[in-house]
């Protein structure tokens, strides 16, 4: 089992940054793929990006390109979402999530493991 903790969310105005970290524990984290989604409410469960155990990247959604940034720190055990030039539209609950696999997809069935969450509220 693998259990994931996010946090780094909270209230930041448009335009600003903010880095979540999400830190596993019960396996290493490494040889997994780590996606970060995010959901509005009244909107469904969406893709952000993903980072392979390889560390290929998949951005997901023309939205967040060239703004958020996915890392990772296998000493660690942990995978980072940069965010830049937030936008109220980046105002949702963001969440972590891993899968025992070699690529990357922006489904959200495809992955096993999910942490609790974190709120992000850009506001004007």
């Known amino acids: 089992q693998v259990q994931l903790v996010e946090s780094g969310g909270g209230l930041v105005e448009a335009g600003g940054s903010l880095r979540l970290s999400c830190v596993a524990s019960?396996?290493?984290?490494?040889?997994?793929?780590t996606g970060w989604f995010r959901q509005a409410p009244g909107r469904e469960r969406e893709a952000v990006s993903c980072?392979?155990?390889?560390?290929?990247?998949?951005n997901y959604g023309v939205s967040v390109e060239g703004r958020f940034t996915i890392s990772r720190d296998n000493a660690k055990n942990a995978v980072y979402l940069q965010m830049n030039s937030l936008k109220l539209e980046d105002t949702a609950v963001y969440f972590c999530a891993a899968v025992d696999y070699y690529y990357c997809s922006p489904s959200v069935s495809f992955f096993d493991y999910w942490g609790q969450g974190t709120q992000v509220t850009v506001s004007s």
């Open positions: 980072i392979s155990s390889t560390h290929t990247v998949r």
């Open positions: 019960g396996r290493p984290i490494a040889w997994k793929v």
